[in-house]
């Protein structure tokens, strides 16, 4: 296998098989993984369109809802994972060019699913100590199934990226051989991709 | 990698700024601008983040027409079924 790296390559260069790249059938983290973001996507906008539709029926307590949902933890996550999705671009990119990193940087794009995770848990928690839980009205059941189903998203996706880490702890991933840590990359943006439809719909419209 | 931390400070601003809005707008304009801000965000994500820059041009449109159709019928949800 040919090993393209160099240590003066900049982490911002493209991908050292250059060519290939432009393949219809590679793209970046192969064609399976893009299969899935685009499914994910059209399934959580179906989701969305539900939400909108419903708030029509129910516009006075889809505005009650929103209210009681907690703005700060969910402004504070969303800028959790676009910084988590920065650390996982970064570990990419280092990676691609042969250079020391890749393992830290993805490790620092763990912690800050991990924080994703915990505050999106507290947020639960305090709806679920004041009595709101699943189906108590149209917007909480949508409210719980949609952030619901992203949360599990976010899970599977440190699960993948603590996989990663791991592999390119033990020197398994180099720039000959990365497409499975761009692959775990890509689902891991996918989360970023969804969250930022979800947030401003279920928080910000009013 | 600099490039990319010019692109997470545009991204946070956006996120800074559709919060800022929300709290201060309402309506029609408030949406659009805000799920204008999304969108502008999702495609900054996917064409950096996720390397679209380096793919097929088919995936590149690919993906730029699965966002504009999913803000498309938001957006257009919006003006049809809410009261402006």
Same mark, same amino acid.
Request: hydrophobic share 55%.
């Given at each position: 296998?040919?090993?393209?790296?160099?240590?003066?390559?900049?982490?911002?260069?493209?991908?050292?098989?250059?060519?290939?790249?432009?393949?219809?059938?590679?793209?970046?983290?192969?064609?399976?993984?893009w299969i899935i973001v685009c !499914?994910?996507?059209?399934?959580?906008?179906?989701?969305?369109?539900?939400?909108?539709?419903?708030?029509?029926?129910?516009?006075?307590?889809?505005?009650?809802?929103?209210?009681?949902?907690?703005?700060?933890?969910?402004?504070?996550?969303?800028?959790?994972?676009?910084?988590?999705?920065?650390?996982?671009?970064?570990?990419?990119?280092?990676?691609?060019?042969?250079?020391?990193?890749?393992?830290?940087?993805?490790?620092?794009?763990?912690?800050?699913?991990?924080?994703? !995770?915990?505050?999106?848990?507290?947020?639960?928690?305090?709806?679920?100590?004041?009595g709101i839980g699943f189906g108590?009205?149209?917007?909480?059941?949508?409210?719980? !199934?949609?952030?619901?189903?992203?949360?599990?998203?976010?899970?599977?996706?440190?699960?993948?990226?603590?996989?990663?880490?791991?592999?390119?702890?033990?020197?398994?991933?180099?720039?000959?051989?990365?497409?499975?840590?761009?692959s775990a990359g890509i689902f891991?943006?996918?989360?970023?991709?969804?969250?930022?439809?979800?947030?401003?719909?279920?928080?910000?419209?009013? | 990698?600099?490039?990319?931390?010019?692109?997470?400070?545009? /991204?946070?601003?956006?996120?800074?700024?559709?919060?800022?809005?929300?709290?201060? /707008?309402?309506? #029609?304009?408030?949406?659009?601008?805000?799920?204008?801000?999304?969108?502008?965000?999702?495609?900054?994500?996917?064409?950096?983040?996720?390397?679209?820059?380096?793919? #097929?041009? $088919?995936?590149?449109?690919?993906?730029?027409? /699965?966002?504009?159709?999913?803000?498309? $019928?938001?957006?257009? /949800?919006?003006?049809?079924?809410?009261?402006?």
């Open positions: 296998m040919m090993d393209t790296s160099h240590p003066d390559r900049p982490c911002d260069a493209p991908a050292p098989h250059g060519p290939h790249r432009k393949d219809l059938w590679e793209p970046p983290g192969g064609v399976l993984v !499914l994910e996507l059209l399934t959580f906008a179906a989701g969305l369109i539900v939400f909108l539709v419903q708030s029509r029926a129910g516009h006075a307590a889809f505005q009650a809802g929103r209210a009681v949902l907690n703005q700060p933890i969910a402004l504070v996550n969303t800028m959790i994972l676009l910084t988590g999705g920065w650390f996982m671009a970064n570990a990419i990119g280092l990676l691609r060019a042969g250079r020391d990193g890749a393992a830290r940087w993805t490790g620092a794009a763990i912690s800050a699913g991990f924080a994703f !995770l915990l505050l999106k848990s507290v947020e639960y928690a305090i709806k679920v100590h004041h108590d009205d149209t917007f909480f059941t949508l409210y719980w !199934l949609l952030t619901g189903f992203h949360f599990l998203h976010v899970l599977v996706a440190v699960v993948l990226l603590l996989v990663m880490r791991s592999g390119l702890r033990r020197g398994k991933y180099h720039p000959g051989n990365f497409a499975d840590v761009e891991w943006h996918m989360c970023d991709l969804i969250w930022l439809l979800l947030y401003p719909v279920i928080y910000l419209l009013r | 990698m600099k490039t990319n931390t010019w692109i997470l400070v545009v /991204l946070l601003g956006l996120t800074a700024s559709g919060f800022a809005l929300s709290t201060t /707008l309402s309506g #029609h304009f408030a949406t659009a601008c805000i799920l204008g801000g999304a969108g502008v965000k999702a495609a900054l994500v996917g064409w950096r983040f996720m390397d679209l820059r380096d793919a #097929h041009f $088919v995936w590149r449109l690919g993906f730029a027409a /699965l966002l504009c159709l999913i803000l498309g $019928v938001l957006l257009l /949800l919006d003006r049809v079924l809410l009261p402006a």
